[in-house]
């Protein structure tokens, strides 16, 4: 008597097996493609915690790879190149300012091309081939950063060795918590929206400048600069950091209200356009509440991402004052400005040095326009975030995208939901 089920023998050869192999396989591979995206979005938060790490070898080695050819490039290339340069030019201070700048530039285009051409190489890999050739290239990596350190210090002993380790480890730690991807998020909205910073550069840069300008003819300003070690200027500018992050985390709290508002179905099928699961997704998906650190997540995606709009601005402020202090202001006008300090903090003028060239500019200059630069940031953070207009084209934008990605969220977690259900 048939109990109703196929004997072996007339059961295709095989079959059972495949369907049990390409269902994980393809769910394995929607997962990696989903994860990788809400990374991409800066929302490491939006990927289980569990899977934080998941193939951190192919994530942490192209980032590696840009902070090798960074040090590289600088320790041992930058200084013979800048060495070269000024044996052949003694007398131009100014051509080897400029070949300087040339050379950084240089170096940070190679570092960012070696980080995309791995990444890419990478990613057209399976999974097994890509976490072995992701081996080889940290192990490289590595290597490379020992071998640059006991180049640069002959007489070192173990420390290249410990340095190179703890790199590895903090670039490692800091790709698999998702800190890379954040940054990533940030710099390349902050390079896509530039417009907005030149427009806001254009509203708020004239005044700023007008009263930074007063401040840096002013003798005291360059003694207070000169006496002030690196490490408090960094000081300042993490003071100033935290104020800012208050402002605009407090106006980011107010709009997160706004993303979360009620969605049709169709406003949310037309979100997932675009998105790993475009294909097989579905818009009536119930809406979740966020997690306290997804919701504190998508507020500091905001946050830094406004953040790396004032990092620019004042990038760009400092640029200029360096430019304007090193035409207008003669290495004899910051001596008789700084003076020789007092006897129990005593000033100098140090000129700033690459190699063995002297280039035409001193430390004191760099110091006073770092610190007006940094303390002019602020006012900018707080023009940005009251301008309707810079809101329009800088804000929307990213709403937007944190509203697509709170939807792909949604749909993943009724789709796991089902799936334990139906199990």
């Known amino acids: 008597m048939s109990d109703g089920t196929a004997p072996p023998a007339e059961r295709p ?15 394995r591979a929607r997962q990696r493609a989903a994860d990788r995206w809400f990374r991409e979005q800066g929302l490491p938060t939006f990927v289980p915690l569990r899977r934080w790490f998941t193939d951190l070898p192919r994530r942490v080695a192209p980032l590696l790879t840009a902070v090798t050819l960074t040090a590289a490039l600088l320790e041992g290339v930058m200084v013979t190149a800048i060495d070269a340069a000024a044996d052949l030019l003694p007398d131009d201070e100014w051509a080897l300012l400029g070949i300087a700048l040339l050379l950084l530039a240089g170096i940070a285009v190679i570092a960012w091309a070696g980080f995309r051409l791995v990444r890419a190489a990478l ?123 208050i402002v605009v985390l407090r106006v980011c709290a107010s709009e997160i209200d706004e993303i979360r508002q009620t969605l049709t179905p169709e406003e949310r099928t037309a979100l997932l356009a675009g998105t790993p699961i475009a294909h097989d997704g579905s818009g009536s998906a119930s809406s979740a509440p966020l997690r306290f650190v997804q919701r504190f997540n ?84 707080l023009s940005a975030v009251s301008e309707q207009r810079y809101r329009e084209r800088f804000f929307d934008p990213i709403m937007v995208d944190m509203r697509r990605a709170i939807v792909v969220r949604d749909v993943l977690m009724a789709r796991t939901r089902g799936g334990r259900a139906s199990g």
């Not at 050869?13 to 769910?27: I, K, N």
């Not at 500091?300 to 004052?321: G, I, K, S």
Request: charged fraction near 5%; aromatic fraction near 4%.
């Open 13 to 27: 050869e095989g079959t059972a097996d495949t369907a049990a192999d390409v269902a994980p396989v393809g769910a």
């Open 123 to 245: 990613r057209r890999l399976s999974a097994p081939a890509g976490a072995a050739v992701a081996g080889v290239v940290i192990a490289a990596c590595l290597i490379a950063l020992v071998v640059v350190g006991y180049l640069m210090r002959p007489g070192a002993k173990v420390a290249p060795v410990i340095e190179g380790l703890a790199l590895v480890a903090a670039c490692m730690l800091v790709t698999g918590a998702g800190g890379g991807a954040l940054l990533s998020w940030g710099s390349r909205l902050a390079v896509r929206n530039v417009s907005a910073i030149g427009h806001m550069a254009s509203i708020a840069l004239p005044v700023i400048l007008m009263l930074v300008v007063f401040a840096f003819f002013s003798a005291e300003v360059w003694q207070m600069s000169s006496a002030l070690p690196w490490g408090s200027i960094a000081l300042i500018g993490a003071v100033v950091a935290a104020l800012a992050l």
């Open 298 to 381: 998508v507020m500091l995606v905001m946050a830094v991402a406004q953040l790396m709009q004032a990092v620019l601005f004042a990038a760009m402020l400092w640029a200029l004052l360096v430019l304007i202090g090193g035409i207008a202001i003669p290495v004899g006008i910051v001596e008789l400005w700084v003076g020789p300090g007092t006897p129990s903090h005593p000033l100098h003028v140090d000129r700033l040095t690459i190699g063995g060239a002297t280039l035409p500019i001193t430390m004191n200059l760099v110091k006073t326009a770092a610190l007006m630069s940094i303390i002019s940031s602020l006012p900018f953070v």
